[in-house]
């Protein structure tokens, strides 16, 4: 009795096999329980304690009548959700390998044949019944009659049971007491589902039926046991047939074997009380096409194996179950212990705290100024050309404008969701931030010094080097309307100080970067402000400000000829006043640009671009000037060309004779730069000429301002006659003469034909020439080769092919 | 430097050394730092921790070895070159704008 699996004494009177194999219909009620009374004196265990009570023996055996009442008789609406064979078929090889291997191992052990029949049985039986116990348990117990809407006026209360499943045991059971559940259930259902075999009507509730909501252990909590109950059953069978096993066997046996759905064997319909067991047999059966095993005890080997097979695939299918329930199970442990770890700090902060916090966070992350604090991003979405103000948000300062209407609408409902109100908070905040600056000091009475406000956007300053500096800007810019005299001239005594230039430089940047904020500003996200009118008018004063700057660190208005170089020729010859060109003009008026070509063409001869450009005899120059030619050719002269392409014949004129007068013109016709301004100029005055100011708007040209081209056209040419060729590259260089040759023919689409005669005289070689080397490159150099030379050959009705080598 | 021997004429052109190293945006400069090593490269960019962003730069890093047989110091370069090299302030020990022929 020792080596019992659950420690409790497992002695059982020895049943003589006659009694165990001649079915349970032969074995009576009486005789079952002078069996059980003489095996409890024997074994000293009071089977009383597990609730028998004669209430079995008022059941009728064979009164079935109120099975339809009980059970509910609408057979058709039995749903499948019981069906958990469904699933089996799957797992079927395997169990049937295992049930082989079992069966195996049983037919190697010595033991007579009767044992062999008698135990297996008793081992499907056992299943049975646990298994039925652990699916009647799964949960919804559909099948309770309190609450199954199939049997509503089933009379038969749960209270029936109640007296054998007392709620403590049920409550031992819940909290996997196995033990007690094993002995409860071993010996409970042995001495009172017996009866129930055979009176299913009266007795079935208290058997089968679903453990009561709240009660049931959950199925996995008892598959367990089965296992176990398993591995003490093959642990017996193993063992050789002493008196001892049998009773061991009777012990465990037994039980299951009373413990037979009773319905499926006694009564004929399909009992909906049955469902869970009953039916998954049923199928189980039905899928072998066999009739269901009556009679437990007579059954033959054949079914024994099938209903082990069945109960073997129902307990892999539990197993698998119950794993994935213990996991959630664990899973959902863990999280309750962390809850109530948290638990203790519960209620610490109100709503209002945590709105509080909200609130600071989100008055950090909101800015006066996007454009600073955020610059990537509102460029970012500038270029991808988004609506800036819908996708920042209620947030956004620049879309928070809706002013006191939306406040106040957010009031009405503010108290719908704190997330509203946050919202309207952070408005009011970020509208009170932008009336006050933000200051960043603090002075309190009595204290000696200040104290630093520090803050996402004014962190504390370790280093103070740009303070000064502002200051220095400031007073730059604090006397306005003050004339351009306060800005420092570039140049003592007529010596341009380099240093100079390139502060003007640095100042034009500054300038320039605060016109485009402000500009930004104004376009893509049109404030609205209350006040917008002062604001704008602010934000217009800003601008004319800022632009007045730029305007006079360009020093464009200086008088020529103060000093060697002019400053603005100056700023030019450095490539970060090249570059910044295309930015100023853009916050130029018409005038301005003006004044500046003027500047630029009377003082061309002095550009970096035009005299160090030059090449000497053999037409070597430096990359760097090179490369400062690129610049200016692609920074500052398409701005330009763009406004002498929209000037009147009259400024054109003037420009072009401020060219030829104040530069030696054949000197500048030899650079890139001289020759794109001259063929400017040129094919500008073509055009006005031709009736092409129209699509300006302008006036074509008066007949006075033709002759006035002309006598400059005649001037320029005369001037560059018998030097056409040399504005040319030398032959040996590999720069592109392209330029040269769209200048001669924009001259000579406006020379007359003796004009034409002497170009064509001068330039008759290098045609011949480039023609020829044309013919000795590879094709597409040469296609680009006699492309250029038909620039000029077509502005004379000419063409390349024309020409005979 | 010839940009020291210029007399400052005008106090607004250079206040303060920062201002020196402003006006060399976008200019090559030369750059000595700690550890041998030196960058000549455009300058691009600048902080009042003279961090810096420079472009086209080339590095030089001088290393000096000893033979150890004839204990002769054996002085090598190593060259690198890099197209944008941030550079931070803290290893910087000189910063020289281009000298100015004009000037």
Request: charged share 25%; proline share 7%.
């Amino acid at each position: 009795m020792s080596d019992s699996y659950f420690g409790f004494d497992t002695t059982m009177p020895p049943l003589n096999s006659d009694q165990l194999t001649a079915g349970t219909a032969e074995i009576t009620e009486d005789e079952l329980s002078k069996n059980f009374e003489a095996f409890a004196l024997e074994s000293g265990q009071d089977f009383g304690v597990y609730g028998y009570d004669p209430l079995a023996d008022q059941l009728v055996e064979t009164g079935d009548d109120y099975n339809e009442e009980t059970f509910g008789n609408d057979i058709t609406n039995i749903g499948d959700d019981f069906d958990f064979t469904q699933s089996n078929a799957k797992i079927a090889d395997t169990i049937q390998k295992e049930e082989k291997i079992y069966v195996d191992r049983r037919e190697n052990v010595p033991s007579d044949n009767n044992e062999l029949i008698r135990q297996r049985p008793l081992f499907s039986n056992l299943w049975d019944d646990q298994a039925g116990i652990a699916v009647n348990g799964n949960g919804s117990y559909p099948n309770d009659p309190t609450t199954s809407p199939l049997m509503p006026e089933s009379p038969i209360s749960p209270s029936i049971w109640g007296s054998y499943h007392p709620p403590s045991t049920r409550k031992g059971l819940a909290s996997n007491n196995r033990q007690e559940f094993i002995q409860f259930s071993a010996m409970n259902l042995t001495n009172l589902h017996h009866p129930s075999y055979e009176n299913p009507p009266n007795y079935p509730p208290s058997q089968i039926s679903p453990l009561p909501p709240g009660f049931g252990p959950p199925p996995v909590a008892r598959v367990p046991t089965l296992e176990e109950i398993e591995k003490q059953l093959q642990r017996q069978a193993g063992q050789s047939s002493t008196i001892e096993n049998h009773q061991l066997q009777r012990q465990a046996g037994p039980p299951p074997q009373s413990q037979l759905p009773p319905p499926m064997h006694n009564s004929p319909l399909p009992e909906k009380r049955m469902l869970s067991l009953a039916e998954v047999e049923a199928a189980l059966l039905g899928m072998n096409s066999r009739p269901p095993p009556l009679p437990i005890y007579g059954q033959t080997e054949g079914v024994y194996r099938e209903q082990e097979t069945a109960f073997l695939e129902q307990e892999a299918a539990i197993r698998e179950q119950e794993t994935l329930y213990y996991e959630r199970e664990r899973k959902l442990r863990e999280k309750q212990r962390k809850l109530t770890d948290m638990a203790k700090y519960n209620g610490l902060m109100t709503q209002n705290d945590k709105d509080y916090i909200n609130r600071i966070q989100i008055s950090q992350l909101v800015t006066d100024d996007p454009y600073s604090d955020d610059f990537y991003y509102q460029v970012y979405t500038a270029i991808r050309n988004r609506q800036t103000q819908s996708q920042m948000g209620p947030f956004s300062p620049n879309a928070s404008g809706g002013g006191a209407g939306q406040e106040r609408r957010h009031r009405n409902r503010g108290s719908e969701s704190g997330m509203l109100k946050m919202q309207q908070q952070v408005l009011r905040i970020v509208n009170d931030a932008r009336r006050k600056p933000k200051s960043t000091q603090l002075s309190l009475e009595g204290a000696l010094g200040k104290i630093a406000l520090n803050s996402v956007r004014n962190p504390r300053q370790l280093l103070q080097v740009s303070a000064k500096h502002t200051d220095t800007l400031q007073t730059h810019a604090s006397p306005s309307g003050g004339t351009h005299h306060k800005v420092p001239s570039i140049t003592l005594h007529g010596i341009v100080d380099h240093r100079k230039v390139l502060r003007s430089i640095e100042n034009i940047y500054s300038a320039v970067l605060g016109l485009e904020e402000l500009r930004r500003n104004q376009h893509p996200q049109s404030r609205q402000y209350s006040d917008q009118e002062r604001e704008d008018k602010w934000l217009q004063e800003k601008y004319t400000e800022l632009a007045r700057k730029m305007w006079e660190e360009l020093h464009v208005t200086d008088p020529i000829g103060i000093s060697f170089q002019h400053p603005f020729i100056s700023i030019l010859s450095v490539s970060k006043g090249k570059k910044v060109i295309p930015r100023v003009l853009r916050h130029c008026n018409q005038d301005q640009i003006g004044a500046m070509i003027r500047i630029l063409v009377a003082n061309f001869e002095t550009l970096d671009v035009c005299k160090a450009a030059i090449g000497g005899s053999n037409g070597n120059i430096k990359q760097s000037i090179l490369d400062e030619v690129e610049l200016f050719m692609n920074t500052v002269v398409p701005p330009l060309l763009q406004f002498v392409a929209e000037a009147p014949l009259k400024i054109v004129i003037g420009l072009l004779t401020l060219f030829i007068e104040r530069n030696n013109i054949i000197w500048v016709a030899k650079s890139k730069v001289g020759l794109a301004f001259l063929t400017m100029f040129l094919s500008r005055a073509e055009i006005l000429k031709q009736g092409g100011g129209a699509m300006q708007g302008l006036p074509p040209p008066e007949d006075r301002e033709i002759m006035q081209w002309q006598e400059s056209y005649n001037r320029l040419f005369s001037q560059l006659q018998n030097y056409f060729l040399s504005s040319f590259p030398p032959f040996t260089s590999n720069i592109d003469d392209m330029y040269v040759w769209q200048f001669l023919a924009a001259m000579a689409v406006g020379a007359s034909m003796e004009q034409q005669h002497v170009l064509v005289t001068e330039i008759r070689e290098r045609v011949l020439e480039t023609v020829v080397q044309a013919s000795r490159m590879p094709h597409d150099k040469a296609a680009h080769k006699i492309t250029n030379v038909n620039l000029f050959l077509h502005a004379l009705g000419l063409d390349a092919s024309q020409l005979k080598i | 430097m010839t940009e020291e021997a210029v007399p400052v004429v005008e106090p607004n052109a250079v206040e303060e050394p920062l201002d020196l190293v402003r006006l060399s945006l976008d200019e090559r400069i030369y750059v000595k730092l700690r550890g041998d090593r030196e960058l000549r490269g455009k300058l691009h960019a600048y902080d009042g921790h003279l961090n810096m962003i420079l472009g086209d730069v080339e590095e030089t890093i001088t290393v000096v070895e000893i033979n150890e047989e004839t204990e002769e110091e054996v002085i090598r370069t190593i060259k690198n070159t890099a197209e944008m090299l941030f550079v931070r302030g803290d290893g910087v020990i000189l910063v020289s704008p281009p000298s100015r022929t004009g000037a």
